[in-house]
C-alpha cells in the first residue's frame, strides 16, 4: 500500500512548514481545506487499491481511519460518533496528555486491512479514538505550533551544547494542541538529559519527551538522495529496516569500498539486501570455491565468480595473474575426476575466457567493513 514520493514534485519544504505532512499548503483555520493534502507529496504516501471494488466486509466495521503526523509517523484511530471521514480531513485525535491534529490518511476497508497488516486488534480498548474534525481555533492553534518547530529545533541544538552533552537533535514535533513536544536525537552512548528536559521545560513551556533513534531512522527522518540519484528508499516507501551486513555485499560479488557500500546514514545501505536472496538462490548450483583444482599442470585455486554466467575464474597457484574462466558445469566435472585420482592435462582445455589480472591492485577503501555492520 505504500507509495514512494511523487519525483515531479514542486513544493518547497523550506517555504511550507506543513509539507513534511503532506500539505501542499499551508492550512488556514477560517477557510475550507479541501486541497491542502496533496497524494503523492509525503513520506509514506498510500494507494487506496481497493477503490471501486465492492466491499468484502459490512460497512460497520469500518468504524477506523489511519492519521498521519510530520513525517512518517502513522496510527490507527476508531471512530466516536457517525460522522464519516474522507481522506485529507483534519481531524483531533487522543493523545496522552490532551489532544493531538493530524491527517486522515486512509479510511473504509484499506483501513481495516492495515490494521490486520500491523497486528492490531479492531477490538482493543488501545486503539485511539478520533474525537471530531478539527475545529478553527483547533487548526489555528496547530499551525502556530508547527511554525515554531524549526526555530525550537536550533534552539535546543545550542542548549545541548552549552550543557555539553554528546547527542545531536535531529527533528522537533510539536503535539497539535501545542501541550508537548517530542524531541528525537541520536547519541553513541547513553546521555543523562534530566538537566536539559529541566532547561526546554522552563524555556519552551510545555511537556518534553526524549525519544532517541538511530541512524537510519535519522536518515528517514531527514531525507535525502541516494547515490543512485533517487530520494532515499528509507524515507520513501521503507517501512522496516532490515539488518545489512558485509556478506550481502561479498555475496553479490561487490567491491569492499566503504565509500561506495555504505548510505548516508553511514551503515551500509539497505539496497544490498534487495537482490541478496536471489544471489544466494542462483549459487546453489555453484561447487564449492574452496576446492582447488588439480591438474598435471599445476594446482588452481577460485579467484572470482561471475554468478548469472554461471562462471568460476581459477588461476594457478604457480601464476596468480593469469584467471582462466571455466564454465561451472566443467568444473564439477574437474572435481569429479579429481576424487578418482583422475588429473586433466591443463585448466586451458577447460577455459572458456582469459584473463590477465593488472599488476598493481588498488588497495583504496580496503579495511574492516564490520563496523558497517547494523
Not at 121 to 138: G, H, L, N, V, W
Not at 168 to 184: C, L, M, R
Not at 202 to 215: D, L, P, S, Y
Request: hydrophobic share 35%; proline share 3%.
Amino acid at each position: 500500500m505504500e507509495e514512494p514520493f511523487d519525483e515531479h514534485r514542486k513544493i518547497n519544504e523550506k517555504a511550507n512548514p506543513f509539507f513534511t505532512r503532506g500539505c501542499s499548503q499551508e492550512p488556514k483555520p477560517y477557510q475550507n481545506n479541501t486541497h491542502f493534502f496533496c497524494k503523492g507529496c509525503v513520506k509514506l504516501d498510500v494507494y487506496d487499491w481497493l477503490k471501486g471494488f465492492p466491499p468484502s466486509s459490512s460497512p460497520h466495521e469500518w468504524e477506523y481511519a489511519e492519521v498521519r503526523f510530520k513525517n512518517n509517523r502513522k496510527d490507527i484511530f476508531r471512530y466516536t460518533n457517525d460522522q464519516e471521514y474522507g481522506i485529507g480531513d483534519i481531524v483531533a485525535v487522543e493523545a496522552s496528555p490532551g489532544h493531538d491534529i493530524g491527517i486522515v490518511n486512509m479510511t473504509g476497508e484499506v483501513a481495516l486491512l492495515q490494521m490486520k497488516h500491523r497486528g492490531l486488534d479492531p477490538s482493543s480498548e488501545e486503539i485511539k479514538k478520533i474525537y471530531r474534525k478539527a475545529r478553527a481555533t483547533d487548526i489555528e492553534k496547530w499551525i502556530s505550533a508547527v511554525e515554531n518547530e524549526d526555530r525550537i529545533t536550533l534552539r535546543t541544538r545550542k542548549i545541548t551544547q552549552d550543557l555539553k552533552l554528546v547527542m545531536k537533535v535531529n527533528d522537533v514535533e510539536f503535539q497539535g494542541d501545542n501541550t508537548k513536544a517530542i524531541f528525537y536525537y541520536t547519541a553513541d552512548e547513553r546521555v543523562d538529559f534530566r538537566e536539559l528536559i529541566k532547561v526546554l521545560a522552563e524555556e519552551f513551556h510545555v511537556r518534553i519527551e526524549m525519544k532517541q533513534i538511530g541512524v537510519r531512522q535519522e536518515a528517514s527522518r531527514l531525507g535525502g538522495i541516494g547515490t543512485c540519484g533517487r530520494e532515499l528508499c528509507c524515507s520513501t516507501w521503507l517501512t522496516s529496516f532490515r539488518s545489512v551486513t558485509t556478506n550481502a555485499a561479498r555475496v553479490q560479488q561487490l567491491s569492499l569500498n566503504p565509500q561506495k557500500l555504505a548510505g548516508q546514514c553511514s551503515k551500509l545501505k539497505c539496497c544490498l539486501n534487495y537482490e541478496y536472496e536471489t544471489y544466494l538462490d542462483a549459487m546453489k548450483d555453484f561447487p564449492d570455491s574452496e576446492i582447488v583444482l588439480k591438474t598435471k599442470k599445476g594446482e588452481a585455486i577460485h579467484q572470482k565468480t561471475d554468478i548469472f554466467r554461471k562462471t568460476m575464474w581459477y588461476a594457478y597457484t604457480s601464476d596468480l595473474n593469469n584467471f582462466l574462466a571455466i564454465p561451472i558445469e566443467a568444473v564439477r566435472e574437474i572435481i569429479q575426476k579429481n576424487s578418482k585420482g583422475v588429473l586433466p592435462e591443463k585448466l586451458e582445455d577447460f577455459a572458456s575466457k582469459k584473463e590477465i589480472k593488472s599488476e598493481f591492485e588498488s588497495v583504496v577503501g580496503q579495511d574492516d567493513l564490520t563496523r558497517f555492520d547494523d
